[in-house]
């Protein structure tokens, strides 16, 4: 066959743009087709270098430098108007005056378009059959279309208002992936990290990955180009961000990852990282439409998921997939040996067109199975049969903001615990304890207190911490040795008026009660002194169901009752693990007789 691929006019053609997509459905093309014994001739950016018969630059490399070039760590930039419109018109002008003079006879070769644009316009005029060899994207033209999967073919479909199935020339050939680039590595050389790899976009549901890997305690490596919403997710202490991957990092960063997310919001027309991980025997957590109910076996290679209970069912149900059928089933299906197969079938389907057309018969033919899959052993495995539905139980808002409170901490000592150490060290500078957290033989309450108080690095007569999180015996041992009765229930449970103490302190924890008010009336009522520090204005999220302001704290501690030593609202910076910066730090004394019977309500 005479084939010709376009490249795309913001890329070079090579394995430095491993991360565009695109970029790699050309550079595939020509690998495969050659590698097959067509003629392959390649058109695009100077310096572009596929593995083709002839490689023919129509963009000058200066000119591209100069608008374009590599785009780092940043998003490509596909913009073809302004000033960047006469690279995409010398591209279109260059390139049709070569397709003009190929020397083919009409109807004996394929161009090759896998993008659109100024590609449209190269092949004006040309006696060739054009193709869009890779439709992943919506501004579809040409009139032979190869789309990337059947979900996209489905969602043009419907798009056109076509529904009579009658389009015999629009098919569905998946992507393909050298399995040089993408090497296997077993289950027992993988490290306990989850995976994201891909443009670091909210749309691509990495807030899902945040929230998953946070939820159950496991770290999360971010790779790909940046946006204006990694800010969001840059303090979370469990995640760590690295820009895109060249083929040999990335080789690294698959072959060593647990298991990866793929948790797309949109329509994913393909979402190719999916299949890479597979091919090098990594799991995958992906949503359940577009592609993916395509390209994941789910229980097999990965978990498609609807819900945050599912994902995180997923996550640490991920040891169950088997790496040897992740590789198999991307291996038999999606390797560049066996798609070139299926571009070759569909080719001779449009190329049939100059003779016999839709009933051209070739007699000589054996195997026209073009569009069988594999299966993986993993595959045959029989459904396990759930012989009851059993309705879970509901739990309240606190019930779950506990759990993942819970969860978040743990129950053994944890870089966590040391983290939330050195904040408390701020915190007790702002509501004004004694650096040397000496105080004497004061009776303190500390209002949860979770597994490392405040009170345990502190001198202080006999005292006691609050807090219903489910604590270690170890933990608790540490309590009983520095003098501290732990108990184990919420804070609106307690009784103020039967346990009085000379301090109060409460940190880092209203967010999480059930009824903030009746926390802070509580504490008003227990003590002669009470020093607060708490995150405001931060809304409500995942274990947080409380937004916390100033005018919550003003109202229960008047100063026509209070004396306010300290009452300092500000922003830490850069302090980490919260999703705001405003903060609250309290310290208030009673003025007068010590009263408990005082009516904060009003």
Not at 78 to 84: A, E, Q
Not at 221 to 244: K, M, Y
Not at 438 to 459: E, H, Q
């Amino acid at each position: 066959m005479n084939i010709v691929v376009l490249g795309l006019p913001h890329t070079q053609t090579t394995l430095a743009f491993n991360t565009c997509a695109y970029t790699m459905k050309a550079w595939n093309l020509c690998s495969m087709l050659k590698k097959r014994g067509h003629e392959v001739i390649h058109m695009g950016v100077e310096g572009s270098n596929p593995p083709c018969d002839r490689n023919i630059p129509v963009v000058p490399l200066e000119l591209w430098e100069s608008l374009y070039g590599h785009p780092g760590d940043q998003q490509y930039n596909m913009d073809s108007t302004g000033k960047y419109a006469v690279l995409h018109e010398l591209y279109a002008k260059n390139a049709r005056q070569v397709l003009l003079k190929l020397g083919w006879r009409p109807g004996t070769g394929i161009i090759c378009a896998p993008w659109g644009g100024c590609q449209r316009q190269a092949v004006e005029g040309t006696s060739q059959y054009v193709v869009e060899s890779g439709i992943g994207y919506h501004h579809t033209w040409a009139p032979y279309r190869v789309f990337e999967s059947y979900a996209w073919l489905h969602f043009h479909m419907g798009r056109e208002n076509k529904h009579e199935g009658s389009n015999w020339y629009d098919v569905v050939i998946p992507n393909s992936f050298d399995p040089d680039m993408f090497p296997f590595s077993p289950k027992s050389m993988r490290k306990d990290h989850f995976l994201y790899m891909g443009r670091l976009n909210p749309d691509k549901g990495i807030p899902i990955a945040v929230d998953v890997t946070k939820r159950i305690g496991a770290k999360l490596i971010l790779v790909g180009q940046r946006s204006g919403a990694v800010d969001l997710w840059e303090n979370e202490p469990h995640v760590t961000i690295l820009p895109p991957a060249d083929v040999e990092a990335r080789k690294k960063l698959m072959g060593e990852a647990k298991a990866a997310f793929v948790p797309t919001q949109y329509l994913e027309p393909f979402g190719g990282t999916a299949v890479e991980l597979q091919m090098t025997g990594c799991p995958v957590i992906t949503t359940d439409w577009g592609v993916f109910n395509e390209t994941v076996l789910h229980g097999v290679t990965g978990y498609r998921c609807r819900t945050i209970e599912q994902f995180i069912w997923a996550a640490k149900n991920i040891d169950n997939i088997d790496s040897q059928d992740c590789r198999q089933w991307a291996l038999e299906n999606y390797s560049t040996d066996r798609v070139v197969q299926m571009y070759e079938e569909y080719f001779q389907q449009v190329l049939n067109l100059r003779g016999g057309g839709w009933y051209q018969m070739h007699p000589t033919r054996d195997n026209l199975s073009w569009l069988q899959r594999s299966y993986p052993e993993g595959a045959l495995k029989k459904i396990e049969k759930v012989e009851k539905h059993v309705a879970p139980v509901i739990k309240s808002v606190w019930e779950e903001a506990n759990d993942w409170e819970t969860d978040w901490w743990g129950q053994v000592r944890n870089p966590r615990w040391e983290e939330e150490e050195r904040k408390q060290v701020t915190y007790a500078r702002l509501i004004g304890l004694p650096p040397d957290l000496n105080m004497g033989d004061s009776k303190i309450l500390d209002v949860g207190c979770g597994p490392t108080s405040i009170l345990l690095r502190s001198v202080h007569g006999p005292s006691t911490g609050l807090d219903p999180l489910k604590v270690s015996e170890a933990t608790l041992k540490n309590y009983k040795d520095h003098d501290i009765e732990f108990r184990n229930i919420k804070a609106e449970e307690f009784d103020p008026l039967s346990n009085f103490f000379d301090e109060v302190w409460m940190y880092n924890c209203l967010q999480h009660a059930e009824d903030p008010i009746k926390v802070l009336l509580m504490i008003a009522r227990a003590g002669k002194s009470v020093r607060i520090f708490e995150w405001i204005n931060m809304g409500v999220c995942p274990g947080h169901p409380n937004n916390l302001t100033e005018v919550m704290f003003a109202k229960i501690f008047k100063q026509e009752h209070w004396e306010r030593p300290i009452w300092n609202t500000g922003i830490l910076h850069d302090f980490g693990g919260t999703l705001t910066n405003n903060y609250i730090a309290i310290h208030a004394r009673k003025i007068g007789p010590l009263k408990t019977d005082i009516n904060y309500e009003k």
